[in-house]
């Protein structure tokens, strides 16, 4: 069973049972956070780029479960200490014992001078995940969705610091994904949205609004409460 666990902001893991992989692990000063990080275990760790709301616990975390972690070397360089690292950059496409990781671009800032931000095409429990990480819409999301059949799309919806409500209801429809749960809103006023609307606006995919806390089978799409 491929299961996405929801933390709040933009922090999630994919479980398939056997490997764990958590996502810009920002619980400690996260509003929504419902989660401890010293609760977490986790194999990998990715980060999209060094902003604090993405890069958050990692530090602590991947020391305390030896987990690796997976990024931009410029930005995995500010995760700092004696962790393992597995440095790749845009374009790049690697297989690891759950499946592959492919690093995509995004349009954003990285948080750090000389490095840049990206976002995951990830291949695991055989389903293929896209998470967006901080971004615009930009027109390259077409082929990003041409070279993977995306079951899953994980994209920001929360406006002001990404794209808001709209342009990523367009996101959709140019990845041509299947399913789509939206992050990165709520945490702060600033960026407010109301995740229903943005359902609404959808038409090409079927929305999936996650709640922090809370899990979703990605086999069977149906909520289960953690
Ligand atoms: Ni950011
Ligand atoms: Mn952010």
């Known amino acids: 069973m491929l299961t996405f666990n929801y933390y709040g902001h933009a922090c999630f893991q994919l479980d398939d049972g056997t490997y764990k992989l958590l996502f810009d692990p920002f619980l400690t000063g996260n509003p929504l956070a419902t989660t401890n990080p010293k609760d977490i275990e986790t194999d990998y760790i990715f980060v999209t780029h060094a902003h604090s709301d993405h890069i958050g616990d990692a530090y602590d975390i991947l020391e305390r479960c030896n987990a690796t972690a997976i990024g931009i070397p410029e930005v995995t360089d500010t995760v700092g200490g004696e962790v393992k690292f597995i440095n790749m950059n845009l374009g ?13 671009p995004a349009l954003h800032s990285a948080g750090i ?9 990830v291949g695991i429990g055989g389903k293929i995940i896209y998470y967006a990480g901080d971004t615009a819409l930009f027109s390259d999301m077409k082929l990003i969705g ?25 996101a959709v429809e140019m990845l041509d994904a299947s399913n789509v749960i939206p992050v990165h809103y709520n945490t702060w006023d600033v960026i407010k949205q109301d995740p229903e609307k943005f359902k609404a606006l959808v ?7 996650v709640n922090p806390g809370e899990s979703l089978n990605l086999d069977e799409e149906q909520y289960k409460r953690i």
């Open 92 to 104: 790049g496409t690697l297989n690891l014992p759950f499946g592959f990781v492919r690093m995509v």
């Open 113 to 121: 001078p000389g490095g840049v931000p990206c976002g995951y095409v």
């Open 146 to 170: 041409q070279r993977d059949k995306i079951d899953y799309a994980i994209l920001p919806i929360g406006d002001h610091y990404t794209m808001g409500p709209e342009d990523a209801a367009k």
């Open 203 to 209: 038409k090409t995919a079927t929305v999936l609004i």
